[in-house]
């Protein structure tokens, strides 16, 4: 096999289905900043057909300072199978991750496939896709797995078919939301594309949000090089929403092999209530089938389609703009260590709660400072 290169990697990731973002090649050398180091895995059948790929992040532990010859491995949104029913496919990639988990001394493999549960609302008919999804979770217990405490993905998500004309997708949104759509023009809310040169603003807005709505978000370089490196790459672009020329809301637009996700979103309190965010998915829609995609991700449901639930009103922005949920089977960890699997699955969420809560902080302060 040829020395893989960021070219044939994610030629190679497109090819198979729930192709994503995160398995691509620039995903992985985003996270080396992170202390993860990125690894290619690639299947192919009897006849010489790719049948699955996975990249594999794989990150020391450390204690108290201290490194422990021990690591933890991740695959985001991955493995990718040819097809997850074929039964020999799925136990050949997942005894090969076991072994090279066992190589790498991990302490256990977190894996979060798209792996269809069903379409729609489990209790207002949702449809069960996969009709396989049943016995293969069953499979993964046989084997060992576990259904992970720590859901690092989104479980589930909206998606929008593309494919429709813009009229259609117009017409498919809630009568509500095409109005804001309308409002925001007559209200002269105006989006550009931005570039890297915005990235800091982007920042900002992004803190803001971040505080405004009680969510914690990392460090400002860690963002900055994320989307500089996508959007040198080609495959993100920021749009920026605008009134009078003052930038008041923005998102990030991820887009790889014909699927496009709404991974980052920001806004400031100025004119929200002329409903830039309303016109600003409206454009990143247009523009991501303009780019040949044919399905938009808005990236994220809530766990439970309660009203109690902290992403309800999240779901409803979306359900307006026209999106399906997707329900997956989440992600699942393989504990190869188990003594020290339950020690970190206990010990890691303490961690979480205090690095949020310094991340609260910097955030505010980053703000403060600017």
């Known amino acids: 096999m040829p020395e893989m290169t960021r070219k044939n990697w994610n030629d190679l990731v497109s090819k198979l289905p729930g192709k994503h973002v995160l398995q691509t090649w620039e995903w992985g050398e985003s996270k080396r900043a992170n202390g993860w180091s990125p690894l290619q895995k690639v299947w192919y059948g009897e006849q010489g057909q790719l049948v699955a ?18 690591k933890i491995m991740y695959l985001p949104r991955g493995p990718l199978l040819k097809d997850w029913t074929d039964h020999d496919l799925r136990n050949q990639v997942l005894s ?53 405490a720590e859901q690092v993905q989104f479980k589930n998500t909206m998606a929008i078919d593309l494919s429709p004309s813009a009229e259609d997708l117009l017409a498919g949104m809630k009568q509500k939301t095409r109005y804001n759509i309308r409002l925001a023009t007559r209200k002269g809310v105006t989006i550009r594309p931005g570039t890297v040169k915005d990235l800091q603003l982007l920042y900002r807005m992004y803190a803001e949000t971040s505080i405004r709505d009680g969510f914690i978000i990392r460090d400002e370089n860690y963002y900055l090089s994320l989307w500089e490196m996508f959007i040198d790459s080609g495959m993100a672009e920021p749009l920026v929403a605008e009134v009078e020329g003052e930038a008041v809301a923005a998102l990030v637009i991820f887009r790889f092999a014909g699927r496009a ?39 994220g449901a809530p ?40 020690s970190y699955t206990q010990f890691m969420p303490r961690v979480l709660s205090l690095m949020r809560s310094r991340g609260r902080e910097q955030t505010a302060g980053s703000i403060q400072a600017g």
């Not at 790929?53 to 020391?60: E, N, P, Q």
């Open 261 to 299: 996700w709404y991974m980052f979103g920001m806004s400031r309190e100025i004119h929200r209530e002329k409903m830039p965010n309303y016109l600003l998915q409206w454009e990143a829609m247009v523009r991501a089938k303009d780019f040949g995609c044919t399905e938009y991700d808005l990236w």
């Open 303 to 342: 766990d439970e389609f309660s009203e109690d639930d902290e992403l309800w009103g999240v779901y409803r922005f979306k359900r307006g703009l026209g999106g399906e949920v997707i329900r997956y089977i989440g992600a699942w960890d393989l504990p190869l260590n188990k003594l020290f699997y339950q």
């Open 53 to 70: 790929t996975a990249l594999v992040l794989i990150r020391g532990v450390s204690l108290a300072g201290v490194k422990l010859p021990l």
């Open 96 to 148: 090969d991750l076991r072994t090279l988990g066992r190589e790498q001394r991990a302490i256990f493999i977190k894996m979060d496939p798209e792996v269809e549960y069903g379409r729609g609302l489990p209790t207002q008919n949702g449809r069960d896709i996969n009709q396989q999804t049943s016995l293969l979770i069953s499979d993964l217990e046989g084997l060992g797995w576990k259904y992970s």
